[in-house]
């Protein structure tokens, strides 16, 4: 059965510390990863994507680690800022037949003074 | 505008009603999405499209919905005979590209159903 597992469903930081989000997969045959974060009331919006050559990409703060032979992602923020405040969102799609996207149900990141 | 825009932004219905949801994608994007999001649940992919034609539509959950594209642009969520579990923002999202490494999606701001 293909799926997409987040965790923790949710996380309480300070602002200025670093976290990390997990995402296990066991999607099959793989063809990519994505991260999203998605604000309050707004469409995600895609932070990264990575294909099973990529172990690791950054997108400013944001670190997005891949393990496909254990089926393991890992998103890391550095530094958080109040706006990081946030549901992030890992995406797992599968090669054709179709294009099918798998979604994880978030880790919800709350960033605090 | 340069981004992904849908609308109405909120529609409330009387159960058993049918809506149409509309998405304008990125100008010059192929590749066009719907998903579904139900309250503090995760997205559900519902269909894409590649140019005008679906060759995905294995997430619509059930006849009542449908879904169609033309001039590689504008498409319309079709929604017939509304159920109260209908409720949910829709979201639509568009990528130069579909399936691929590159394919980064851009996503609107969502339409709230309602469904009375």
């Known amino acids: 059965k293909n799926q997409v597992e987040q965790s923790p469903q949710s996380l309480i930081i300070l602002e200025g510390k670093n976290c990390t989000l997990q995402c296990n997969y066991t999607v099959s045959p793989f063809s990519n990863l994505r991260w999203y974060k998605q604000d309050t009331g707004r469409g995600p919006v895609s932070l990264t994507i990575?294909?099973?050559?990529?172990n690791t990409k950054s997108n400013g703060r944001y670190t997005a680690t891949l393990d496909a032979d254990t089926k393991q992602s890992s998103l890391h923020i550095t530094a958080s800022q109040l706006s990081d405040s946030a549901s992030y969102i890992c995406v797992v799609s599968r090669v054709a037949p179709g294009n099918q996207f798998y979604f994880g149900t978030g880790t919800s990141l709350t960033v605090i003074p | 505008g340069a981004g992904v825009s849908q609308s109405p932004s909120n529609k409330v219905t009387e159960k058993g009603k049918d809506v149409e949801l509309r998405c304008d994608p990125i100008?010059?994007?192929?590749?066009l999405y719907w998903y579904r999001q139900r309250l503090g649940q995760g997205l559900e992919f519902l269909i894409y499209?590649?140019?005008?034609?679906?060759?995905?539509k294995s997430g619509l959950p059930s006849d009542r919905f449908s879904a169609e594209r033309t001039g590689e642009s504008v498409s319309t969520l079709t929604i017939q005979r509304t159920q109260q579990e209908d409720s949910a923002v829709y979201l639509c999202a568009s990528s130069s590209e579909a399936g691929g490494w590159a394919d980064t999606q851009y996503f609107g701001p969502g339409t709230r159903l309602t469904v009375l």
């Open positions: 499209f590649q140019g005008n034609s679906a060759p995905d």
């Open positions: 100008s010059g994007h192929t590749a």
């Open positions: 990575m294909t099973f050559s990529e």
